[in-house]
Each structure stands twice: as C-alpha cells, then as structure tokens.
C-alpha cells in the first residue's frame, strides 16, 4: 500500500488559513484518489475533500466548499489541503488518504496517514 505522510497542521484563530501537506510513495496505479478527511473528539471521520489523481477533479464535503481547496503536485508526489476562513467547527485530526476509484465516494477510500492536528480557536 502506499505511504502517506501528513505535515502542515497547527493552532490558528478564527478566519485564519493553514495549508497541510501530504507526501505519498511513488503512484503505481493502484491508488487513482487522494483526499483529506478529519476526525474531532466524540464524532465520526468525514470526508473533507478528495483528487482524481492526472484528472484533477476534485470533491468537497458541502461544510467545506468555497473555503478549502485540495490539489495536487505529480512531480513532488504531494496533495495539498489549502484551508481559508477556519471556524472553530473546523478542528479536528485531519488524515490524508488514498483509494482506488469514486473518488467522491468517501467510502472506498482505503490507506491512511497518521493525521496532523488543527486546532481553530474563537
């Protein structure tokens, strides 16, 4: 399975930005989607946003649409998770992950990362 490597996480404000990372082992095919999900005490894991990887279509989860953005660099084998105008709502563990196909579906998502924490404070 690949090897997902998150980075970027950390305390900000409301309204504030961060940017998270995630490096991935080299594409064999076996995985076509990347995506972020997140997971804050006492709830379920949701799916934040997902890639198509060459394709570039991209998914959001409707509580993140307009203020998070995901994309993709091939040559770096990374994904990016560009997130704007946080609200606290936003805090959570956030992983990176990997599937084979319908990346919009959140459910076929199959690899993990260990996560990188983002804490939004009021």
């Known amino acids: 399975q690949v090897q997902l490597v998150e980075s970027g996480g950390g305390s900000v404000q409301a309204g504030g930005s961060l940017r998270l990372s995630c490096e991935f082992s080299r594409y064999t095919g076996s995985s076509n989607c990347m995506g972020w999900f997140r997971q804050a005490p006492g709830k379920e894991r949701e799916g934040v946003a997902g890639?198509?990887?060459?394709?570039?279509?991209?998914y959001y989860a409707d509580s993140v649409k307009g203020r998070f953005t995901i994309s993709q660099d091939n040559a770096k084998n990374t994904v990016y998770l560009q997130m704007n105008s946080l609200k606290p709502e936003d805090s959570a563990m956030y992983y990176c992950?990997?599937?084979?196909?319908?990346?919009?579906?959140?459910?076929?998502?199959?690899?993990w990362g260990q996560g990188t924490q983002v804490t939004v404070s009021s």
């Open positions: 992950a990997a599937g084979p196909f319908w990346c919009g579906r959140w459910s076929r998502y199959n690899a």
């Open positions: 890639i198509t990887i060459g394709g570039g279509s991209t």
